[in-house]
C-alpha cells in the first residue's frame, strides 16, 4: 500500500514539474484587421468667412425728385441698363450730368496713374528694388482706384438716364441686395444697391504658420448654413507675406465665381483651405495607432498569426486620419481594434467585425 502512494506521490510531482509548460497555452487575443490602400489626404485650414461683392453700385440720384415707381425688390437679378427706379423729372439734370462726367474722367486718370504704378513696382519686385509691403500697397492703391472709377461711372450712368426720362438704371448685371426707395416719398438719398453676381470675394485670417504653404491659385472651399452640403469653390487670389500687427494673423483675399446666382453679399459661413496634399499616401484613422512614451506614434501589424509593434512617421493629419510615410506599406495588414490589448509577438486570432 506504501507502494502504490509513493508511486502516485511520484506521478503527481513529475506532472507538475514536467508538464506545467504543455498545460499552459497562450489564449489568442481576437482582434480585427484592416488592409491600407493608397489613397489622397488634403491637409486643411478652416476659418470664419463673410462674402463681399466684387462690385457694389450704391444708386443716388445727384438731385431730389419724387419717386413715381420701384421696379424691383431685394434678390432680384438685373442686366445692365434695367430700370430700377423711376423719378418724376420737372427740372433739367444737364449740370449733374456735367459734374459726374468730370467726376469719372478724374477717377480714370487716377486709376490710370495707381496701373502704371503698380506695373513700375511688378517690375521693381523682380528685381528686389522693393519690399513686399511696397508691392502691396501698389496693388491696394490700384484696385482702391479701379473700384472709384466703377463708383464714377455707375453716378453718370445714373444721372444720365435721369435727364433723359428720370428712369434709374442699373449700371451694371448683379443682384439687388438693398432697395430703400419707396414710391411716393422724395428721393433725397441712396435708392438701390446693386452687387456684381459673377464673383464675390472674402477677407479670411489665418496663423501664421501656415504660410508658407499660401499661394495664389490654392483651392478654397465655402459651405454656409444658407445652403446646408452645398460647396461653393474658389481660390486664394492674393495674401500677405507679414502678419498683421494688430490681429497677429495673415490677411489672405479669396475669391468665390458664382455661375448660380445663390451666393449674395453679406453671406457668413466657413472656408476651408487645402493647405497640402498628397496623393497616393498610406492613411489610418487615428484611432488605430498607439502613442509611444517619447510621444512616437505606433502601428500594430499582423504577421503570421502575432502582433508586430512598428513605429511610423506620421505626414499629413486631415481630421481624424493620418498619413503614414513609412512603418506601413499599402496591403499591410493593420490591426484596428484589439491593438491596445496586445504586446509585440502576441498570438492573435483575427475575427470578423
Known sequence: MRTVLALLSLAAILLISCGGDV??????????????????ITETVVVPCRLEAASEAIVT???????????????????????????STDQQYSGAVAASAARLEAARAVA???RADLQRARRLRADGAVSETEYEMAVSSSASAEASVRE?????ESARSMSESGRIQAPFGGIVTRVWAREGFISSGPLVSVTDSGVLTAELLVAERHLPFLSEGLPVVFTTSHYPGALFSGEVSSFSSSVDPVSGLVPVKVQFPDDSGRLRSGMTG????????????VVL?????LRGDGGEWKAVLLEHGEARIVIVEAGIMSGSVLEITSGVEPGDSVIDMG??????GSAVRVVER
Open 339 to 344: 491593438h491596445h490589448l496586445v504586446e509585440d
Open 61 to 87: 440720384p445727384l438731385n431730389p425728385g419724387r419717386i413715381v415707381d420701384v421696379f424691383v425688390t431685394e434678390g432680384d437679378t438685373v442686366r445692365a441698363g434695367d430700370i430700377l427706379v423711376e423719378l
Open 23 to 40: 498545460l499552459e497555452t497562450e489564449e489568442e487575443v481576437p482582434v480585427t484587421v484592416m488592409v491600407p490602400l493608397p489613397q489622397v
Open 112 to 114: 490710370g496713374n495707381r
Open 152 to 156: 464714377a461711372l455707375a453716378g453718370y
Open 285 to 289: 484613422p487615428v484611432r488605430t495607432l
Open 270 to 281: 466657413t472656408a476651408t483651405l487645402a493647405r497640402e496634399t498628397s496623393e497616393d499616401a
